[in-house]
């Protein structure tokens, strides 16, 4: 009997019609290798393992400083995370919910709530509210660069800088206006070693002059007609600045900054994804490493799922948090660095996770990772199938505990994804049980098949390929 290799690895790429396309890619993300047994596989991706615990309401920001100093915002509280897992409360915030922004001069770190700005000095951990009289009545978006605080009011277009090195000093006359086009000034950005202004409709971009009056001053050019949908959502990573823009034409588009110039990275299903989201302006942005690979991450803001680019690959795939059967954005509302860990906050608690490929649940929760394949037809002729054959590494069952005999399920949809079958189930073998096969047989008679494939159980999870006969 021929067997024919089928479209196991791919991104989420799911079209408003799902007949026409309906291909999902959860909690797996595809990866690449010309000298593999197979050029493409997918893999899991990491799982959570509690670290420490910040409180109980859900986590707005993290930051680690270039001193090594991790901090975390939940609710309304400024947590120090140290290295064994302990943390301590640093100061309150006069706001429990909402996005924050955070960063550093050379001696304090620097608190936005999208109303108030704060400060927490390193040197005596003294936290405060600003309340210089010279700061504008809203503060809504904080960076730094070259060792100023720099703030926009949301509102009048312009940005304020403080201080050299002090962000509870302002001068009323330290500010400019981003004024290539009247739009209203959202976020600021230090990225690539310039001050990126980041508009409702265009963006700037300035330099640091040295100029005694006032030091910054745009770069001749360098203005984008693409501006920010979410403050939140910029990014500088990869040698580049990346954010989910809008202009004057529409929004909900992912752009990544070369040289000046914004190029689209979403593709038309991860539009179509963002458009759907009650609430866009507040998606919010985190980022990682892992293997060497580069992730751009989109949650928040009703958004159904997490939707995650792989920058080295171009791939865009989902994460999800199974929340008693549905698919929920995952858990992580931000990310950060610290003490060799990819350490995130919870979204809904205090809690702080390891993220890592170590792991295969989500801090006890089943992690559910599923793709749904390429629909199969053949010029809508009805075609008996008779078996599916799935590559995968098997043998990988737990010692103890759940996961010892584990499976993978399938489902079967004839109409375009839009009903599927009840679930049908293979083992993927018990540790050391290397040779498993992962077949399923008499799948029936269709004029288009598609496929989903699951796992939950909290074992290691590669697929290579499937084949059908």
Known sequence: MVS????????????????????????????????????????????LSLFASAGAQGHRQSFTSA??????????????????????????????????????????????????????????????????GDLPATVAFLTAID???????????????????????????????????????LAAKNALGQLWLMGKNTSEIWTNTGASNFPFRRINGAVMEVGILAPHSVIDVGNSIIWLGRDK????????????????????????AISKATSPNQIVAWSY?????????LTGGGLETTLVLDLDTNQWHERSYNDDGDLTPHLAQCTTYAFGKQLVGDRRN????????????????DMVSERIYTHISDMDRRIRYNRL???????????????????????????GARTWSN??????????????????????IAEQMTFKIRISAPVKRALTGSYLS
């Open 249 to 272: 034409r529409g929004a909900g588009i992912v752009y990544r900054a070369n040289g000046f110039v914004p190029e689209p990275l979403s593709n038309e299903p991860i539009n179509i």
């Open 289 to 297: 490493q892992e293997d060497g690979h580069t992730f751009y991450a």
């Open 147 to 185: 060792n100023y605080f720099v703030i926009v009011d949301g509102v009048t277009g312009r940005f304020y800088i403080s201080a050299l090195g002090n962000g509870t000093a302002w001068n009323p006359l330290d500010f400019a206006t981003a004024e290539s086009n009247p739009d209203e000034l």
């Open 4 to 47: 024919l290799k089928i479209g196991l690895v791919g991104p989420t790429y799911q079209q408003r019609s799902l007949p026409f396309d309906a291909q999902r890619t959860i909690n797996f993300w595809p990866i690449f290798d010309q000298q593999g047994k197979e050029v493409s596989a997918l893999y899991g991706t990491p799982g």
């Open 389 to 415: 054959d799935i590559s995968l590494e098997t043998g990988v069952g737990n010692l103890t505990g759940a996961g010892q005999d584990p499976l993978i399920s399938l489902q079967l949809s004839k109409d």
């Open 67 to 132: 001193n090594g100093r991790c901090f975390f915002v939940a609710g309304s509280t400024l947590y120090e995370v140290l290295a064994d897992g302990t943390t301590t409360s640093r100061g309150s915030l006069l706001s429990s919910t909402g996005n924050v922004s955070m960063d550093e001069n050379n001696t304090q770190l620097g608190i936005c709530d999208g109303l108030r700005l704060y400060t927490f000095t390193y040197s005596g951990n003294t936290f405060a509210q600003v309340t210089d």
């Open 350 to 365: 205090g809690n702080i996770y390891e993220m890592s490929l170590a792991y295969y649940d989500d801090a006890g929760a």
């Open 423 to 444: 679930w049908f189930t293979a083992r993927m073998g018990k540790v050391g049980e290397y040779l498993t096969k992962v077949t399923f047989r008499r799948l029936g």
